[in-house]
């Protein structure tokens, strides 16, 4: 997307681990950059401009950046934030329907690992 004209999904840090495996498992280039926050609890993937308006995908949040200091520079984009998957080593942008579905197939291999317990 041109600088910052994208829209940010927020995840917790599990399950989006679990779903960057996932979507390298499917394609190299299906996973576009990825943010980590410094406390470890969240990861934010890059999707195209407009998914905010139809996220509906449970325990994550789907913001529009609308260019609001959302740059796709080797520098992370918000403070207190470092690139997991830096612009230059990623696509474009994470497809938000491959997203979607690697975030549910995360959830289900986390609660199954769960109930192993």
């Not at 980590?36 to 195209?48: A, E, I, K, M, Q």
């Not at 080593?89 to 291999?109: F, M, N, Q, S, V």
Request: aromatic share 2%; charged share 25%; hydrophobic share 35%.
């Amino acid at each position: 997307p041109a600088e910052g004209a994208c829209d940010l999904v927020t995840v917790p840090t599990r399950q989006g681990l679990e779903a960057v495996d996932i979507l390298r498992r499917g394609s190299c280039e299906a996973v576009g950059p990825v943010l980590r926050d410094d406390d470890g609890h969240t990861l934010g993937f890059v999707v195209p401009p407009g998914t905010a308006a139809a996220w509906d995908v449970p325990g994550s949040t789907c913001t529009e950046t609308d260019g609001r200091g959302l740059s796709l520079t080797p520098q992370p984009p918000v403070e207190g934030s470092d690139w997991l998957l830096p612009p230059d080593e990623a696509d474009l942008a994470t497809d938000p329907a491959d997203l979607r579905a690697a975030l549910g197939e995360a959830a289900r291999i986390i609660k199954a690992a769960d109930s192993c317990r």
